[in-house]
């Protein structure tokens, strides 16, 4: 279901209420896949709260972000909001929304300052998301997760999310249904290989110009609703995915490259993790309550399409 904004902020205030903290203001800045909200206290600081009102995340699944949110606090060259715990030190705070009694998990967050990257990064934003992400790469390689806390794998073909697609709930026709199996088919097997080689680690996921702030000359990350146990060339095909041109591909590897060296891979394996980036949104756009990411799905799907026969002819 949807929410209209006053139901959303009638939850986010139901939310605070569960944190040490003299609200202010409550502003909804974000309503799409979750919803955000900048919160002011008395003493005019500032925070994030997200509201996850369409993930399928669950409490095992933030309690794992949070630790790993927390364990990055602590390596250099990488800038995060800080989780807050409400007051019974807890950082996953869950809401009943009374009319549906859908219940609803919470995350407080600091405040990061600066302007969302968005979709035109500059070759310098492009190089420190680069720096940034090897750095993260290197320090979690070997990070545990909490005995509380689960995240999915990244070796599923839907990274453990429902079919769309595919199954019984799929709107194509057998037609596309056929050519989206078959590429498939061929993702499975790569990736299969890929993960034959390489240890799986806890990545982001999802490295875009909506997920980072610049603020003097400085690069931070944040929202790591999507993270998973995956491998880094994963990670890396996921933020060129969201770049335009050569020269900003080559910023961010450069990057990347400055602090640790690219994973193993082929031409072709990262060919096919694009590829399989496109059919995750695909499949997200079916699955989506937005109005507006539905409407994106006929000109989406024809071009998908396209790309698909190119990746199977290849």
């Keep these: 279901m949807s929410f209209t904004e006053l139901e959303l902020i009638e939850i986010a205030h139901t939310a605070l209420g569960s944190y040490l903290l003299d609200v202010n203001e409550v502003s909804l800045i974000n309503n799409e896949y979750n919803a955000t909200f900048k919160v002011t206290a008395a003493d005019s600081t500032n925070y994030a709260l997200r509201i996850n009102i369409n993930s399928p995340r669950s409490a095992e699944n933030i309690r794992a972000e949070v630790a790993w949110v927390k364990f990055l606090e602590n390596v250099d060259g990488i800038l995060t909001p800080r989780p807050i715990a409400n007051r019974s030190g807890k950082f996953v705070t869950t809401v009943t929304h009374a009319h549906s009694g859908r219940e609803l998990n919470c995350i407080l967050y600091s405040w990061l300052d600066g302007e969302e990257v968005g979709d035109e990064p500059t070759l310098e934003q492009l190089h420190a998301l680069g720096q940034a992400m090897a750095r993260m790469h290197a320090s979690s390689k070997d990070f545990v997760l909490p005995s509380d806390a689960a995240l999915p794998s990244f070796q599923d073909p839907f990274w453990e999310t429902e079919d769309f697609l595919l199954s019984d709930k799929s709107k194509l026709d057998s037609g596309e249904k056929d050519l989206i199996s078959a590429a498939f088919k061929k993702i499975i097997s790569r990736t299969d290989a ?113 790309r698909l026969r190119v990746f199977l002819d290849s």
């Design 194 to 306: 890929l993960y034959s080689r390489e240890n799986p680690q806890i990545i982001h996921a999802d490295l875009h110009g909506w997920n980072m702030k610049w603020h003097n000359n400085q690069l931070s990350i944040f929202d790591f609703d999507d993270s998973g146990i995956g491998l880094p060339i994963q990670d890396i095909a996921t933020a060129l995915y969201y770049l335009d041109t050569p020269e900003q591909d080559e910023a961010m590897l450069n990057g990347y490259t400055s602090v640790r060296q690219l994973p193993p891979h082929t031409k072709a394996d990262l060919e096919m993790l694009l590829i399989h980036r496109r059919l995750m949104l695909l499949n997200y756009l079916y699955e989506t309550k937005n109005q507006e990411h539905q409407e994106m799905i006929p000109t989406y799907l024809e071009e998908t399409l396209r």
